[in-house]
């Protein structure tokens, strides 16, 4: 049975563990704060919220009275494949990195295997004396 001091720091780790997946993990979607007329970055990731769905683009290009953008899914210099809104029929629009979001991602899963097998091996359990 471990002590009570033992519990609190192995919840209090959990927490921290949970906190750091959290936090690592995703695409980071936000809601930029002001957008100027022109063109995004040709692989900057935009969701397109209209009516309570979202679309997600690239290859986004913003006027004063529209949005235009390529699927995420198409290639962005398919210019048969663009759709534009008027910007009166968007309820918002969130950038993100889902890319950065992967690594972030597979980085901390090896991170915290290698963790873990550091302190494995650190007690004597990797049979190396």
């Known amino acids: ?7 609190r720091i192995v919840s209090t780790g959990l927490l921290l563990l949970h906190a750091i997946m959290t936090a690592g993990c995703g695409a980071g979607w936000r809601q ?3 957008l100027t ?5 040709s692989r900057q ?25 390529v699927h995420w899914r ?7 494949c663009r759709v534009a809104l008027p910007r009166a029929q968007v309820d918002s629009l969130q950038l993100g ?3 950065a979001g992967f690594w972030k991602t597979t980085g901390l899963v090896f991170g915290l295997m290698m963790g873990a097998l550091y302190v494995i091996c650190a007690k004597g359990g990797c049979g190396y004396s």
């Open 32 to 34: 930029p704060r002001h």
């Open 97 to 99: 990195n889902p890319t």
């Open 45 to 69: 990731q935009v969701r397109v919220w209209q009516g309570g769905e979202s679309a997600r683009w690239h290859a986004v290009v913003l006027t004063p009275n529209s949005i235009s953008g």
């Open 74 to 80: 198409e290639d962005v210099n398919c210019d048969s």
């Open 37 to 41: 007329p022109g063109a995004l970055s």
């Open 1 to 7: 049975m471990r002590s009570p001091p033992m519990r």
